[in-house]
């Protein structure tokens, strides 16, 4: 995830493309960064932004010792992480006893924006656009949000809500031993943990021909909320967020990224988070339990037509998209251009938080 973010501001920071960058990632380990513990010893010096904080405990304690039973050895937690905006405060946004029990690494990414508990069930979009590429998106955040709602996810949205609805109608049609529904076609889609939705291996499912669309159950239809914006939120049923949503915006070009919320640990959430002080209108004072919504419990688990239905939703906006892979992306930019992985992260503005009491 801090690789993800590192890679986010460079490709706005120093090339000159649009880009749509999509994937759900691991919390740990990264890949390309070495973060070192406190007190731990390396042959290559990390830069300063790679130490992890002092919460996060290092060298084993002597079981036997009575004074340091409970401050034992204890593993970074690998199953979440906490994600704040540039500006965010953790005295104001974090239960921060529970973090640091519980081992929590506490990031501020490059952008605004709020704070999320991100997981391996976390589902990343990002586009970066040039300003004269997109003249009719004003380079504001809520200019680039409507745009973003009505451009790429209000109709991926609609297409994800026809494809599911057609699983469905095709389940139950071989429940009940019928042909599947007519004009299917199979079609390629690849599920991957990479920043491309077009590196790894694929699994191959059935959607229906463009050209041909199986009849429908209505009644499933109707039992998926719709998708819309909301003051500066990504909404289902216009009451529950389901995604995070923050800018950058440089000069000549802008960068929106979503976190949706595919599924979540809800403990995790009630656990860490407070609740803001500032928060929209509609939320009023629901906790994080009746305010979020997953997107699994109305599209199902895996989120690769997701990826089917986004990358359809640009192609019509945008025209022909040209696929890379990470490799390639990581050598020609950050490699090439930026001297590697941890040297770009130490001018980023991504940020390990070390200090949780600023």
Not at 163 to 172: G, L, N, P, V
Not at 199 to 224: T, W, Y
Request: net charge neutral; with cysteine; hydrophobic share 30%.
């Amino acid at each position: 995830m801090l690789e993800r973010l590192s890679l986010e501001e460079a490709l706005l920071r120093h090339t000159q493309d649009n880009w749509i960058v999509i994937g759900a990632h691991d919390v740990w380990p990264p890949k390309y960064l070495r973060p070192q513990l406190p007190g731990s010893s390396s042959d290559n010096d990390p830069t300063e932004g790679l130490l992890l904080p002092e919460y996060i405990v290092s060298g084993k304690q002597d079981d036997d010792d009575n004074d340091n039973k409970k401050n034992k050895s204890r593993k970074l937690n690998t199953d979440c992480m906490i994600v704040m905006g540039i500006g965010g405060k953790p005295d104001r946004l974090l239960n921060i006893d529970n973090v640091v029990q519980d081992n929590v690494l506490v990031v501020k990414r490059f952008s605004g924006g709020g704070t999320v508990v991100m997981d391996h069930n976390s589902f990343w979009t990002t586009l970066i656009g040039r300003t004269n590429d997109f003249p009719s998106v004003e380079p504001y955040p809520r200019s680039i949000m409507e745009w973003s709602a009505d451009a790429v996810f209000g109709s991926a949205f609609d297409k994800l809500t026809r494809m599911t609805s057609t699983t469905a109608t095709t389940q139950t049609n071989k429940k009940h031993g019928m042909d599947p529904p007519p004009g299917s076609v199979k079609t390629l889609i690849m599920d991957t943990k990479s920043c491309s939705p077009t590196e790894n291996v694929g699994k191959v499912l059935s959607f229906p021909n463009r050209n041909k669309s199986p009849k429908m159950d209505a009644s499933i239809v109707q039992d998926i909320p719709k998708f819309s914006l909301r003051e500066n939120d990504y909404v289902l049923g216009g009451q529950f967020k389901m995604g995070g949503n923050a800018q950058s915006i440089v000069k000549g070009g802008w960068l929106h990224h979503t976190s949706f919320l595919w599924d979540y640990d809800e403990t995790n959430m009630e656990s860490y988070l407070k609740l803001p002080d500032k928060r929209p209108e509609y939320r009023d004072s629901r906790s994080h339990r009746d305010f979020l919504v997953p997107l699994s419990r109305y599209y199902g688990k895996s989120y690769t037509p997701f990826v089917r239905s986004i990358r359809e939703a640009c192609e019509a906006s945008f025209g022909d998209l040209h696929d890379t892979h990470l490799p390639t992306v990581l050598n020609n930019v950050i490699d090439k251009d930026l001297g590697g992985m941890e040297a770009w992260f130490a001018k980023s503005r991504t940020r390990i938080v070390r200090n949780l009491q600023l």
